[in-house]
Nanobody, 124 residues
């Protein structure tokens, strides 16, 4: 088992930046491919970004490509999502997720472990 805790959400104006963190505890962090998903009010959970195990290839939804950057620090058991040039449509609860696999998945059902979520609100 692994426990995931997100932080770093908040209220920001359009064009601003935030950095989300996801701290993992429990089983070794380096056993998991990790991802970020988000859920806007009234909508389903959607894939944002993922990072696989070695090699640490990264993947992004088209809607965030060029604006968001995913990374992980094995020494700190932490995954990050740097979000730049935020838009009102990025407003959502952001979740980190983990799967016991080398490769990533863009499907939420591919992930067994989830954090509680952190709210990101972007004002226009």
């Amino acid at each position: 088992q692994v426990q995931l805790v997100e932080s770093g959400g908040g209220l920001v104006q359009a064009g601003g930046s935030l950095r989300l963190s996801c701290v993992a505890s429990g089983r070794t962090f380096d056993s998991y491919a990790m991802a970020w998903f988000r859920q806007a009010p009234g909508k389903g959970r959607e894939f944002v970004s993922a990072i696989r195990l070695s090699p640490a290839y990264t993947y992004y939804a088209d809607s965030v490509k060029g604006r968001f950057t995913i990374s992980r620090d094995y020494a700190k058991n932490t995954m990050y999502l740097q979000m730049n040039n935020l838009k009102p449509e990025d407003t959502a609860v952001y979740y980190c997720a983990g799967r016991v696999s080398v490769g990533h998945s863009a499907n939420e059902f591919g992930y067994a472990f989830w954090g509680q979520g952190t709210q990101v609100t972007v004002s226009s």
